[in-house]
T-cell receptor, first 115, second 116 residues
Framework: AQKVTQAQTEISVVEKEDVTLDCVYE???????LFWYKQPPSGELVFLIR??????QNEISGRYSWNFQKSTSSFNFTITASQVVDSAVYFC????????????FGQGTILTVHP | DAGVIQSPRHEVTEMGQEVTLRCKPI?????LFWYRQTMMRGLELLIY????????DSGMPEDRFSAKMPNASFSTLKIQPSEPRDSAVYFC??????????????FGPGTRLTVT
């Protein structure tokens, strides 16, 4: 069975602070994909990144960066110099094995960035 | 390009009534997913289709729920009869199985269902 754990239920920071959202996953598959999605107050789910299990290179996109470590089964997400517009619920998700396309989501982390 | 389209955006109905949610996936996508989001259970996959064929419906809560995909551009999720515990936001998502874009799902805006 697959499982995604986002231990941080809520995080509150002040604008310009850096913040890291943790994601730990469990899977028996050797090939799998990891994702992060953002759900702003408006409610839609916005795709942020996909990473496959064979690519452990960290990725940076503007103020966003992701750290994938297979040794610890973690796929953490860092926002540098946070902004009020980053306030949202962030979900980590996993798919793999014989159920490609079937996403297992974590419970989400509510990020609030205060001005 | 249009994203995933869902209708209605909001639905309020009385217990016992039939509810039909609709989804139009992104053109060219061959996977379609239905999710339900509640505070208690988070995001749950209900069912997904590949090339209009249901692949996994293990997340469908009970026989009151049914989903169809009669063609590549349309899917419905039906609840009959509806119950207050079905109140949730229902998302439809689609993705392409083509290499390079596989598995990232694009979500519709959701339908907020309230059953009184």
């Amino acid at each position: 069975a697959q499982k995604v754990t986002q231990a941080q239920t809520e995080i509150s920071v002040v604008e310009k602070e850096d913040v890291t959202l943790d994601c730990v996953y469990e899977t028996r598959d050797t090939t799998y994909y990891l994702f992060w999605y953002k759900q702003p107050p408006s409610g839609e789910l916005v795709f942020l990144i996909r990473r496959n299990s064979f690519d452990e290179q960290n990725e940076i996109s503007g103020r966003y960066s992701w750290n994938f470590q297979k040794s610890t089964s973690s796929f953490n997400f860092t926002i540098t110099a946070s902004q009020v517009v980053d306030s949202a619920v962030y979900f980590c998700a996993l798919s793999g094995g014989t159920s490609y396309g079937k996403l297992t989501f974590g419970q989400g982390t509510i990020l609030t960035v205060h001005p | 390009d249009a994203g995933v389209i869902q209708s209605p955006r909001h639905e309020v109905t009385e217990m016992g009534q039939e509810v039909t949610l609709r989804c139009k996936p992104i053109s060219g996508h061959d996977y379609l997913f239905w999710y339900r989001q509640t505070m208690m259970r988070g995001l749950e996959l209900l069912i997904y289709f590949n090339n209009n064929v249901p692949i996994d419906d293990s997340g469908m809560p009970e026989d009151r729920f049914s989903a169809k995909m009669p063609n590549a551009s349309f899917s419905t999720l039906k609840i009959q009869p509806s119950e207050p515990r079905d109140s949730a936001v229902y998302f439809c998502a689609s993705s392409s199985g083509l290499a390079g874009s596989a598995y990232e799902q694009y979500f519709g805006p959701g339908t907020r269902l309230t059953v009184t």
